[in-house]
């Protein structure tokens, strides 16, 4: 198998503020865990190209992209909303981390590379049409995904396991029956958006504080695997969100680094059967450095289908 790790150095330059769970350091921590394991000069580096404004307007409105335009600050920082920062840089990084994805789409499609891990900020499945929030200014998965339908597929699925529902990723597909959205999250918690019941294309499984590994696992068993062998998707992408790790404290899920290895493995067999093994995945959540270095490294490993 041959893996994409797709990056910027923009996405390190990307500042939030002190204290920002968010921080450069989150890079650092997944690379810094790739190098101890031995993965990383097994990965096919490449540099993340910037969204355009036809890429990015499949899913964000032009009045959108020009108010954020409009508010990239040339010194300090600028809050988009009570938990979004944008700094001098952020801007630039935004871009990257959209066209990291959108690249990876590429690469898998041209049969450049089987699978690609987009290890990028800031992150993006909060992302509306309009509206940043939740840490997100552009909603990368659905820049990609738009894109890869943009190239010519007609059933693109997207699957996140965050331990925070991925708001915006929904309100933008949710009535594309093109995109299948299959997603694990603690509920009731952030963003606190309504349950999603009327759309098939639309796969909720959500899990109550303090569910161990048995209640994730079932529920991708029982919700996401059946509805992903029905919609049979060309292309598989992923919203990595690592904070569901039992040592992150910004959920109250208690998964382990072995449950992203074995999700990890149940998406690449999805893709193997119907998606010609084609699965790009960028990072979303997780926040705590070595935990997340940890479990980025096992959801890795199963992407470049290493045992």
Known sequence: MTTAYISHAACLQHETGKHHPESPQRLYAIEDALIAAGLMDLLDRRDAPRANRQQLCRVHSPAYLENIERQAPQAGLVMLDADTAMGVHS????????????????????????TAFCGVRPPGHHAEQNRAMGFCIFNNVAVGAAHALAAGLARVAIVDFDVHHGNGTESIFQNDERVMLCSTFQHPFY???????????????????????????????????????????????????????????????????????????????????????????TLEGGYQAQPLGRAAVQHIRALMRLD
Do not use: C
């Not at 801007?91 to 690469?107: F, M, N, P």
């Not at 696992?217 to 059946?226: E, G, K, S």
């Open 91 to 114: 801007l630039e990084a935004a871009h990257r981390a959209a066209g990291a994805v959108i690249h990876g789409v590429d690469l898998v499609l041209r049969g450049e590379a089987d």
């Open 191 to 281: 963003p606190n958006t309504p349950l999603n019941r009327g759309h098939k294309h639309i796969i909720h499984a959500p899990l109550k504080a303090g569910a161990y590994s048995e209640a994730f696992q079932q529920a991708v068993q029982d919700h996401w695997l059946p509805a992903l062998h029905r919609f049979r998707p060309q292309l598989m992408l992923v919203s990595a969100g690592f904070d569901a790790h039992f040592e992150d404290d910004m959920g109250q899920l208690n998964l382990l680094d072995s449950d992203y290895y074995r999700v990890t493995r149940e998406i690449m067999e999805v893709a193997e059967q119907h998606a010609r093994g084609r699965v790009v995945s």
